[in-house]
Structure formats: C-alpha cells, structure tokens
C-alpha cells in the first residue's frame, strides 16, 4: 500500500512539475496570451494559473487556459513555430557558409535572419556589423 501511494506522489509530482514547465516553456501570459494584453494583464494571468495549480483547482485551471484558446493565439503558434523553423534552417546555412568562407553568404542569410525575426537579432549577434567567423561577438572580427 505504501508502494502505491508513494508511485501515485511522484507520478502526481512529476505532472505538476511538467505542467508548471511547459505553462513556462511556451509563455502562457507571455505569448501566448493576446499579444495586445498589457504587462499586468498577463503578470495577473500567470498569477492565476499558479494560484490554480497551487490550489489543485481544475476547473479554474481549465477556465483560465480555455480563456487561450482562440484562433488569434493558434495562428501566433503557427506563426512562431514557423519563424523558429525558418530561423534553424537559417542558422544552419550560416554555419555552412562560415566553414566554407563564404562571409557575403553568411552576411545574406544573416540578413534574412534578421528581418525574420528582428527581436532576436542581438541574442543571436545578428544586425550589429558583418560576421566574419561566428555567432558570438567574441568570434566576429570588427570593421
């Protein structure tokens, strides 16, 4: 009897803690959440889904996460998950025209890079002068 109970914790703990991970993984309140909510909206919305967890209470749970599912946040999925891919394949490409030497390749695609997803630009040393041999500023040559 004990085994099971302590089987039915962890798997419980394993779920709870998988749960908190993925409404932080895919930014629920940050992303997720209308994009035109303001900074306390979804400080209050994240507070909520917490405060449901904490509480074990489903049916606000589901309520509050139900309140996400429009077809506004599916096409910003969509259109993230998209972007991501484009930019892996980017980034892919870049590396390739790196190892060959070819920088006005790399500075093309990193172009791209760019426009695709401009707020990422700095995290991935992009728009900030040419890359001569990586990502990282301390790899890049100045001008």
Known sequence: MKKTKLGV???????VALLIGSVAAFGFGNGFMKSN????EKKA???DIKTAIENNDFATWKSLMESQLT???????VEGHTNMTEAKDLRAQIKTALENGDTETAENLREQMHELMPEKAKAYG????KMKHGFNSDENESD
């Open 9 to 15: 914790f962890i798997v419980g703990a394993v779920f």
């Open 37 to 40: 909510a303001t900074a306390s």
């Open 45 to 47: 919305f994240r507070d």
């Open 71 to 77: 077809q506004e946040n599916f096409n910003a999925l």
């Open 126 to 129: 992009i728009g900030y002068g």
